[in-house]
C-alpha cells in the first residue's frame, strides 16, 4: 500500500504543533538547559530548565565507557533540549535513558510503579467497588 504524501500546508500544521509540544515541555522544566562534562568528578552535569541539576557519574553510562575526557567535553543538547549528544561517539541519549542507567533499570521501573499506582481514574474506582464487592483482593498463601 502507497504512502500520501503530506500537502506544505500539513507539514507546516505539523510542525507548529511539534514547536508547541517543544515549548510547553521546555516551560514544564523537563528539558536540558545545559550540559557540561565534570573531569574532576567524572560526571555529565545536566541543568533543567526547572534549574534542578543532576549529576550523572560516566561508570553509570555504559556507553561512554571507552570515551576519553576530551570526547566527554564535546557533549551538546539536542535541539529540543529532550537528550545530550557526543557526535564524535555516536551517542544520543534521552533524559529517561540517563535516569535509566544512573539509577538502574529495577529502581526506575519501581519508582514508575509507585507513581503509576497512585493514578486515579473512574474506571479504577468503579474496578475497586466491584472487587470489594466480591470480597477484595485474594489473600496470597504461603507457596
Do not use: C
Not at 528539558?31 to 562534562?37: C, D, G, P, S
Request: proline residues 3%; positive net charge.
Amino acid at each position: 500500500m502507497a504512502k500520501r504524501k503530506m500537502t506544505a500546508a500539513e507539514i507546516d500544521a505539523e510542525l507548529d504543533l511539534a514547536r508547541k509540544r517543544t515549548q510547553r515541555a521546555r516551560a514544564s522544566g523537563h528539558r536540558i538547559a545545559t550540559a557540561t562534562y565534570n573531569a574532576r568528578a567524572h560526571h555529565v552535569l545536566l541543568t533543567l530548565t526547572s534549574g534542578v541539576t543532576v549529576g550523572i557519574p560516566i561508570a553509570r553510562i555504559p556507553h561512554l565507557a571507552d570515551a576519553t575526557s576530551a570526547q566527554l567535553k564535546r557533549v551538546t543538547v539536542t535541539p529540543t533540549g529532550s537528550g545530550v549528544s557526543w557526535d564524535e561517539l555516536d551517542v544520543d541519549l534521552t533524559i529517561e535513558g540517563l535516569l535509566v542507567d544512573a539509577l538502574g533499570p529495577s529502581s526506575f521501573a519501581r519508582a514508575l510503579g509507585r507513581v503509576g499506582g497512585k493514578t486515579t481514574s473512574t474506571a479504577k474506582a468503579a474496578a475497586a467497588r466491584e472487587n470489594g464487592r466480591k470480597g477484595g483482593r485474594p489473600k496470597k498463601h504461603a507457596a
